[in-house]
């Protein structure tokens, strides 16, 4: 019933720019949260960026000033913008909702950073 749909996922030069998009779509009552996370071949699962139903957003030490979330909430949906790419941050990027009882996972969108 609730489904997480990814996009805006591609290559890219470093330096370049993408933005990821996760639409939220089914029976949740309510966002609280919505992040991304993100992972690279080899490593472990970490978090991007959240953003809270107060507007309020954290970022990982790696993308801070780089990266922005941002919420439509009359949408259910959540951005990622993502400037100043570096080859560091080529991954897999996850999109989650924490609802009023369960979290919710998107399927994934492949980030690559490459000259």
């Known amino acids: 019933q609730v489904q997480l749909v990814e996009s805006g996922g591609g290559l890219v030069q470093p330096g370049g720019s993408l933005r990821l998009s996760c639409a939220a779509s089914g029976s949740i009552f309510r966002i609280n949260a919505m992040g991304w996370y993100r992972q690279a071949p080899g490593k472990e699962r970490e978090l991007v960026a959240t953003i809270i139903s107060g507007g309020s957003t954290n970022y990982a030490d790696s993308v801070k000033g780089r990266f922005t979330i941002s919420r439509d909430n009359a949408k259910n949906t959540a951005y990622l913008q993502m400037n100043s790419l570096k080859p560091e941050d080529t991954a897999v990027y996850y999109c989650?909702?924490?609802?009023?009882?369960?979290?919710?996972w998107g399927q994934g969108t492949q980030v690559t950073v490459s000259s």
């Open positions: 989650n909702v924490m609802g009023a009882f369960l979290t919710y």
